[in-house]
């Protein structure tokens, strides 16, 4: 599994986008309302790529042009058991928004609540989203 | 996606796959392929082929590495990354022959839209330099639009919007 030097390149730059983005997301005021996390997120991932990809903003492209898109709106699943929470996919993250506003934002795994969590941020409400590992039935 | 994964099961019994389906008509389903810790996703939307990339990486919603017509051409790519650990990445820029090849029409074709010998199409593929009406011709021959982008080293990037033919500022 071995990269290219121009493949680590990328990635190395595209990992620091990456950390700026979580940086100025979690820097922002918190969200109030799902609508506002994702509207926050779209706004300064845009804003980073804009600045620091030298790619231009093409978000009809499916392929990839090496920047970096916020979720797209169709791309939302439901969480089972959590009402309160949407996912949304991409080909390596989940993007998981909650009601009041809390993101959290994971590596892509099967199942899609298991992934390594990457960036977390609370609601306006002061709470994170829940745990959304599948229930085992242990309650104690 | 179920001939997909009909095909891919016949291929590579042994690999897992978890498919995460739209929720909506139109968007992308997920398929996650592993095979001993090396993982392939596949996308697919209706109208677009399927999108695979082995590398997941740190690019927050990027669209996928490669693009393949067809369930067959898609499952062997899948087998083949999957069987040798290979990995895709983002698509870099090709020489104009390469990119008619990989788009599937032949020096004939394109010779026949553009109303031009063959030999002038395989001339102009071995040009270093190129009117950009001209180029602009080929590529809307071959189905795609021409888009000039110019970088710049603040990493600010703009498409180029050239003068129509017989336009005034």
Redesign the interface.
Known sequence: ?L??A??MA??IH??R??SE?FRRLLASPPSNSGTEAMKLISDT?NAVE???????FHPD????????????S?????VPGHADVVRF?????N?FVGRNGAIR?L??A???ESGPVLFEKLGADGRPLPRLTKDTGDRS | VRGFLRALSRALPEASVSVDAAEKVGADWFLDVDLNHHRVTVQWRAGKSFGISSESGPGLGEGPHEVIDGVAAAVAKVVDLLLHRRRTTVPKPLPLRQLRQQRGVSQAALARVLRVQQCSVSKQESRGDFLVSSLRSVIEAMGGRLRIVASFPDGVAREIAFAKKGAKE
Request: hydrophobic letters at 25%; a positive charge; proline letters at 10%.
């Open positions: 599994m990269h290219s121009e493949g990328d990635r595209k990992q986008r990456l983005f991932l804009d600045e620091l990809s030298g790619v231009p492209l499916w392929q990839s042009d090496g920047r970096m898109y916020p979720p797209r169709d791309s939302k699943r439901s996919r991409s080909r390596g993250h993007v934002i590596a892509a099967t199942p899609p």
